[in-house]
């Protein structure tokens, strides 16, 4: 019988260590309304290179997101990347098996290697990118006149000051995390956690069966350094599911932030999937959407931080959210595919 429980998982220094999730490939076909789309979600447009269009956040990475033209049948999720953090770690990426290494010419250079996991699905190992210079004295924003210190029920921070916004979209910061639903979910989670610095946060059984793990929230281990609470989401597939990426996940600066770019996008009337709420694993504020392609979106803001003194807990599978809607039924299901 194959293994359905996650052993106790450690990182150490013979695996390829990754400093973060980078950006995400995707294919459209219909590439004008998926323009239209990225702009409202919150995405800035860098440049195009033949049928490839680069979209970056106001973080450090030059582009988070990576949009493809395709004729008509060929809509898909092409994978995630990840940096490396030496040129060690992207070699020992580059000697795995099937590994391929490619120059980029995208804007900021660097390397690429591609690998697939078990199940078919693109990772890719960046190093050697030129990164962007992020200066700014406060976060850049579409929806901001004024914005000054939070004024608590004792605690009054903003005297003689107002709270002032405007519509606008929820401007993105970074690609945060990507998740998957699958079927041979034990054997994709030992693969990222053999071979990287993946580290279960929270793993969840099901809630018949303490043996049988369901769900994983993974993070980069950056030792004492503190990342996020998870940059990948493993769940394992319903009988008669496919396997298929499930969702990817940008953060945006706040809480008025995330409500002022839900309002925008439903005025937009693009299809809202389940949000505004609170996860309770994470603790991130969500707001699921889909694209023009029927991929599902998520904006976030205000993610736990986790470190190698963050022991991984267990739990039995429940509801993934303190308040906010009801969970949509078709959550879990591939809107992609018509």
């Known amino acids: 019988m194959a293994a359905l429980r996650l052993p106790k998982i450690r990182n150490n220094p013979s695996k390829i260590q990754l400093e973060r999730i980078s950006h995400v490939y995707f294919d459209h076909e219909d590439m004008g309304s998926f323009e239209e789309f990225a702009k409202n979600f919150g995405f800035v447009e860098i440049g195009r290179d033949k049928d490839l269009t680069f979209y970056r956040g106001y973080g450090k990475d030059p582009y988070c997101y990576v949009a493809r033209k395709v004729p008509k049948g060929g809509k898909a999720y092409k994978g995630a990347a990840f940096v490396a953090q030496t040129q060690g770690d992207f070699d020992k990426a580059a000697a795995l098996d099937g590994a391929e290494t490619t120059d980029l010419i995208h804007p900021g250079g660097g390397r690429l290697v591609t690998l697939k996991t078990p199940s078919g699905f693109y990772l890719y ?46 401007m993105i910061h970074k690609l945060g995390h990507v998740g998957y639903i699958l079927n041979n979910w034990y054997e994709e989670a030992d693969w990222y956690t053999s071979n990287f610095n993946f580290v279960p946060t ?39 599911d496919h396997d298929h990426m499930h969702h990817t996940s940008y953060e945006v600066e706040d809480f008025d932030t995330q409500l002022l770019g839900h309002e925008w996008l439903a005025n937009k009337k693009y ?65 992609s595919v018509v």
Do not use: C, M
């Open 125 to 170: 190992v960046l190093y050697g990118q030129q990164e962007r210079q992020v200066s700014e004295p406060a976060p850049p924003s579409a929806t901001v006149e004024n914005l000054g210190l939070p004024n608590g029920s004792f605690k009054k921070q903003r005297l003689g000051e107002f709270q002032r916004f405007h519509p606008g979209p929820a």
């Open 271 to 335: 299809h809202s999937v389940w949000g505004v709420g609170r996860h309770i694993l994470g603790s991130q504020i969500f707001d699921y959407w889909r694209d023009t392609s029927g991929f599902t979106i998520e904006h976030y803001t205000d993610g736990d931080l986790v470190n190698v003194n963050t022991d991984t807990v267990r739990s039995q599978a429940g509801p993934l959210a303190i308040w906010g809607p009801e969970l949509p039924k078709d959550f879990s299901e591939d809107h």
């Open 202 to 240: 929270d793993v969840q059984w099901h809630p018949q069966d303490e043996n049988v793990d369901v769900i994983a929230f993974i993070h980069l281990d950056l030792g004492e350094r503190y990342s996020d609470h998870h940059s990948l989401f493993l769940a394992r597939a319903q009988p008669g």
